[in-house]
């Protein structure tokens, strides 16, 4: 079988959770599939083909973004071209959803649907109907989580077109920190400390871990990089706040020192834009409990509230200092929270069961039939 992973970019160079998840996705399924990818992200006039770390990648030539969308004319033509029994198209991307509708190719269109269009939303009323078409047309629809499925104005009247299938991530990467590395962490930022680690986005609710820190007896330490990374440092001055830390994007094992050397992992999202929540699961591989925020996404699901974690009302500094206090405060109940994380992400959120539904859904319909239970009972 040849399968098609359709998106906007791919990592490398675009480092980012869907990018991520797809290139995590093709190395495992290249063992099962003929495996490659196709995005945007090529010159003006010329498409680019080459391998990142060993898969095959189309970088589709590009005439520039509308509304973070790539304007790319041959897209259409490229996906017919590519021959795939499958094709895996990632959502939201219209560039993608508008190319496999011209490509003719819906009938063997898997929907990997990880978000709705939430900041772009005015745009779905001239893009919407061209949306509902592709989602109509699409063999199957996977959505990241039974939440968001159910939530999803976009998803509703096709919720019998679905079939849940959860991200993923490789929980051995995050077993075994430096422990020279966190005991220097936790000299630096004192004991107990609570970490954010995410890139710096408008619904990651940064302003209100801001403000929250105000009432956390504890450094607060902001990871990570974006476009909100200098209003959120400028907020945290003009407040006067002296707990807040930022040290920036941090390598895979600074990371993980980070997830083991902290106390609390704090997950302030505020838009549905936060699909379902990665850092969560890298949280809990480490053993550490989260405070995430109740958003009617994935994130609910990942955050078992009372589990694995706490969860409390988006926007909300007051409720999100007093749920990290709570815990901060409970040397036993961050043990317990963080125990039973670690052993849910182990057992439903590896990469390699995310790999294999998915894998197993798009054999289904490259023998023209709708995914059952038994097909992704792995």
């Known amino acids: 079988m040849k399968l098609l992973h359709v998106y906007k970019d791919f990592d ?30 090529g010159s003006l006039f010329r498409t680019v083909r080459e391998e990142r770390n060993g898969i095959p990648v189309t970088a589709a030539a590009e005439w520039g973004r509308l509304m973070g969308a790539p304007v790319a004319p041959g897209f259409p033509r490229l996906i017919r071209r590519a ?53 109509r047309r699409a063999a199957v629809i996977l959505p990241t989580s039974r939440v968001y499925m159910e939530t999803s104005p976009w998803l509703e009247p096709f919720r019998d077109r679905c079939v849940v299938v959860p991200l993923g991530i490789e929980t051995e990467a995050f077993d075994r920190p430096d422990p020279e590395r966190v005991a220097a962490l936790r000299r630096a930022y004192g004991e107990p400390f609570v970490l954010f680690a995410g890139r710096h986005r408008y619904y990651k609710g940064l302003p209100v ?21 200098d209003r959120t440092m400028a907020l945290a001055e003009s407040l006067g ?39 969560i699961l890298e949280a809990h591989a480490c053993g550490r409990p989260v405070v995430a925020t109740r958003l009617g996404t994935g994130v609910e699901w990942a ?42 992400v182990r057992a439903e959120f590896h990469a390699s069961r995310a790999a294999r539904m998915e894998y197993a859904a798009c054999r289904a319909v490259a023998e023209g039939r709708f995914p059952t239970d038994e097909d992704l009972a792995v």
């Open 303 to 344: 955050n078992l509230d009372g589990v694995t974690g706490l969860n409390v009302p988006p926007g909300d500094p007051d409720a999100l200092a007093e749920a990290v206090n709570r815990l901060l405060g409970d040397a036993d109940l961050r043990e317990r929270l963080g125990s039973a994380g670690r052993t849910r």
């Open 241 to 279: 706040l002296k707990n807040l830390r930022f040290p920036g994007a941090l390598s895979q094992e600074d990371l993980v020192a980070h997830y083991h050397a902290c106390a609390v992992v704090a997950f302030p999202s505020v838009a549905r834009s936060e699909a379902f929540g990665l850092t």
């Open 12 to 41: 490398p160079p675009v480092k980012g959770g869907i990018e991520g998840h797809i290139a995590l996705m093709c190395r495992y399924q290249r063992s099962w599939a003929e495996v490659e990818a196709l995005v945007c992200g």
């Open 83 to 135: 021959g795939a029994d499958v094709v895996m198209a990632h959502s939201p991307n219209p560039t993608g959803e508008i190319g496999c509708l011209l490509a003719g190719v819906m009938a063997r269109t898997v929907v990997r649907y990880h978000s709705d269009v939430v900041r772009q939303a005015s745009a779905m009323r001239l893009y919407g109907p061209m949306f509902r078409a592709f989602l």
């Open 209 to 229: 871990l801001v403000r929250a820190a105000a009432r956390i007896p504890a450094t607060v330490v902001v990871a990570g990089n974006g476009p909100e990374r």
